[in-house]
């Protein structure tokens, strides 16, 4: 009896370590890949939120600027120099994360010109309710911060000032977290000498 109990220890773990070490090749294999498409993901979005750009390139101290804002919640994982096609910086694009979404974390990329205003934005990750505060990802309310500039606020009673949008209705938290992080990317953007004409550190 002792003799099968050993027997089968031995099997479980022998088969425990086995499929460790294929699960550690794999992911191996595939981590760069992931990064890679990640990567894309972001450079894809930062075209599509400031599209009169030709070109993006870190600016100096951007990696160690970048961290946690005095927003509550908000984090900027990347921000970029935008160039125009003789190499002038136009302004910059921010990835800024907000983690006051009603089902947690909510990154998007924000464009912003060297006035301070908004070129674009795009939610491009969420894990809200389907149906509700998903419509963050929808082009209607994506479209509303585009032009914008200054503290962005949202309303439940229709847009009636320029730095207004409406929220997305029945989604409360959604609509404060998106709007946190895209002042937060604003702010970032301030701080680091993009706004008012700056190049960036």
Do not use: W
Not at 126 to 151: A, N
């Amino acid at each position: 009896m002792m003799k099968k109990i050993i027997k089968d220890t031995l099997s479980l773990v022998t088969i425990t370590l086995v499929a460790a070490v294929c699960l550690s090749f794999v992911h191996g294999l595939t981590a760069d890949r992931i990064l890679e498409a990640e990567a894309e993901e972001r450079a894809a979005s930062y075209r599509e939120v400031f599209p009169e750009a030709a070109d993006f390139r870190p600016f100096d101290g951007g990696e160690a600027a970048c961290g946690t804002l005095s927003v509550a919640g908000v984090t900027v994982g990347e921000a970029l120099s935008a160039l125009d096609g003789e190499g002038n910086v136009i302004g910059c694009v921010i990835s800024a994360t907000s983690a006051n979404g009603y089902g947690g974390d909510i990154t998007l990329s924000v464009g912003i010109d060297l006035d301070g205003v908004i070129t674009g934005m795009t939610v491009t990750s969420m894990s809200e309710t389907s149906g509700l505060g998903s419509h963050c990802q929808d082009e209607d309310f994506q479209e509303q911060f585009k032009g914008v500039s200054g503290e962005v606020v949202y309303t439940k009673s229709g847009k009636t000032q320029p730095n207004e949008i409406d929220m997305i209705s029945g989604a409360t938290f959604t609509t404060r977290a998106v709007t946190e992080a895209v002042n937060g990317a604003l702010e970032f953007a301030a701080s680091a000498g993009f706004v008012g004409g700056g190049d960036g550190k």
